[in-house]
C-alpha cells in the first residue's frame, strides 16, 4: 500500500460518514428497520455472529468493506494462506493454518510441502497421547501417568491452559492437568502439592527453548523429580516441545520424546501444533482433531466467503470502525460459559501482541490508533463487577457476548438463567433508560415527587453501546476451534488494514532481555547504570533479602 490507510479515499469517506452518524441511536435504527436483526446476522454451522446491535448502517458497511479493496484484503489472505513470508521483520511464512489443513493440500514454504512434516507430528502426538492414556507409556515405577503437567509461558502456556479449561468434559476420567508458567516459584510448589512424582508427567514447552521462566521451572520440576524417583526417571516423565532440539538435549530430554514444531508458527498461533499435546493428552487424539477440523472450517470460510458475509471480517471492520472513528480504544470478551472464562485472557495475548504494533510495514511510525485494549471475564461473575462502568462509565466498550446454547450441565433452570442474562445485557446496553423513563418507574414503584427526582438520573442509562452476540451450539472441540479461529482471522485482517506486523512480538523479546541484564545485579555480581529510580529499587530490594 503506497498510502497510509487513514489517508486513502475509503477511510476518508468513512470519517466523513462518522461525523454524520456518530449520534445515530441504535434504537431508532431498530424501530425504522424491522429486518435489521437478520440482515445483519451471519452463520457458520452452528455459530452466529448477530452484529445488528452495532452503531453502523448499509453504507457504514459499504465503506468499511471499501477498506477491505483498498488493502488488497482478498489478495493478503492468499498470501497467508500460500506460505508468502508475510512475517517481514522476522521473514518468516505464517502458516497456523496449515497445522488444521484437514484437507491436506499442498502448502509450500522455500519450496518444500510442508503437510507430510505436519501430519508427521500429528501422528506422533496420536501414539504418544495413546499410549500415555492407555497405559502402555508409564512412568519409572510403572505407575500409570495421570497428571499432566504443562511447563512453558505465553504463547506456550494459554493456548493449552484456555482450552483444557473449555474442554474439560472432554478430559479422560483418571487424568488432570496443571499448569506452570510464571516464574515465581509458588507456582511450581503449587503444583508439588498436588502431584505424586510417580504419576506426573511434565510436558517442556518452549519454542525456542531458551525462555528463563520456563527453563527455571523445567529445571525445578526435574530436580523435584529425580529427588524422589532418581535421575533414569527423566526420561519416563519429562517431555519437550520445541524447535530447538539441540536445547532440548541439552536439558536432558532424548529428541525421541520431542515433538517438533516451526518457526512458521507463532506462540500465540500455536495450540494446533505439538504445543497442544498437553490438550490432546487430556481430550485424547479423536476430540483434538476435531478441534483442528473446526479451526479448517472457519479458515475455509474465512478464505473462500465474500466480505459481507464473512464473519472474521464482519468482526474486524466493525472494530476498526469503533478504534479508529469513535476513539473506543477497548474491545470486552464475554463469554457466558464457565469453561470459557479463560478466554478473554488467551484472546488478550492474541490481539494485543499481534497488533499492538506502532510502526507500518511500510518501516514508519504510525499515526493512527492500532490494536485495542482487551480484556474481559465470564458472564455473569462480570456483571457483578466491571459491568457498572460499560453501562454507566463515561468510556464506552464494545463487547462480544458469547453464547453457548447448550450448556453440558442442564441443571435445572441454570443455563436458562444464564443466557437470559447475556441477551438482557445486549439489549440494556443498546437500549439504555432515559431519564423520563427512569422517573416514571421510580414514581411507579411510589417513590415521592422529592425522591424521584434526587434518584432519576442516577438510575438512567445513556444506551446505545454496542454489542456483538456470537451463538454458538455447545462448548465442543469443534466450536472451539472455530471460535478461536474466527478470532485470529479477526486479528490478521485489522492488522493488515492497520499495515501492520501482525506476527512479530519485538516488545516481549525487550523484556526477555532486560531481566537478564538486572539478575546478575540482584544476586550482587554485577553493577551497571541505571536511572535513579531502578538504581534505588534494586538497593531497596537487597536490603530487605538481606
Ligand atoms: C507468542 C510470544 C510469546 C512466547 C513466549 C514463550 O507469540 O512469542 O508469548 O510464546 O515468550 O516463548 P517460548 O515458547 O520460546 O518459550
Known sequence: MNKPINKTHAWKKLASHYRWHKNDEMKDLFAKDKTRSSKYTINLGNLYLDYSKNKINEKTIRYLLDLTKEVKLKEKIEAMFSGAKINQTENRSVLHVALRNRSNTPIYVDGQDIMPDINGVLNKIKKFTEAVR??????????????????????SDLGPFMATAALKEYWAKDM???????I????????????????????????????????????TCRKWLVDALGEPAVAKHFVAVSTNAEEVSKFGINTDNMFEFWNFVGGRYSMWS????????????????????????????????????NIPVILALLGVWYNNFFGYREQGIIPYDQDLRFLPKYLQQLDMESNGKSVDLNNNFIKYETGPILFGGAGTDVQHSFFQLLHQGTKIVPL???????????IGEHHE??????????????????????????????????????LKKY??????????????????PYMLGMLVAMYEHKVFVQGIIWNINSFDQMGVELGKQMALSILPELQGHAHIEHDSSTGNLIAIIKKIRK
Open 274 to 309: 505439538a504445543v497442544g499435546l498437553s490438550i490432546a493428552l487430556m481430550i485424547g487424539m479423536d476430540n483434538f482433531e476435531k478441534m483442528l477440523d473446526g479451526a479448517h472450517e472457519m479458515d475455509m470460510h474465512f478464505k473462500n466467503t465474500d466480505f459481507e458475509h
Open 400 to 410: 462480544d457476548l458469547i453464547v453457548p446454547a447448550i450448556s453440558h450441565n442442564e
Open 134 to 155: 492407555f497405559g502402555d507409556f508409564r512412568g519409572a515405577t510403572g505407575k500409570k501417568l495421570t497428571n499432566i503437567v504443562n511447563i512453558g509461558i505465553g504463547g
Open 459 to 476: 438510575k438512567s442509562f445513556a444506551g446505545n453501546r454496542p454489542t456483538n452476540t456470537i451463538i454458538i451450539r455447545k462448548v465442543d
Open 417 to 454: 438463567i444464564l443466557i437470559a442474562n447475556a441477551l438482557a445485557q445486549g439489549e440494556a446496553l443498546m437500549r439504555g433508560k432515559t431519564v423520563k423513563e427512569a422517573a416514571e418507574e421510580l414514581t411507579k414503584a411510589g417513590k415521592s415527587k422529592e425522591e424521584v427526582n434526587r
Open 176 to 182: 488432570k492437568c496443571y499448569f506452570i508458567s510464571n
Open 184 to 219: 515465581d516459584g509458588s507456582a511450581c510448589e503449587d503444583v508439588f502439592a498436588e502431584v505424586d512424582p510417580e504419576t506426573t508427567l511434565f510436558v517442556v514447552v518452549s519454542k525456542t527453548f531458551t525462555t528463563i521462566e520456563t527453563l527455571t521451572n523445567a529445571h
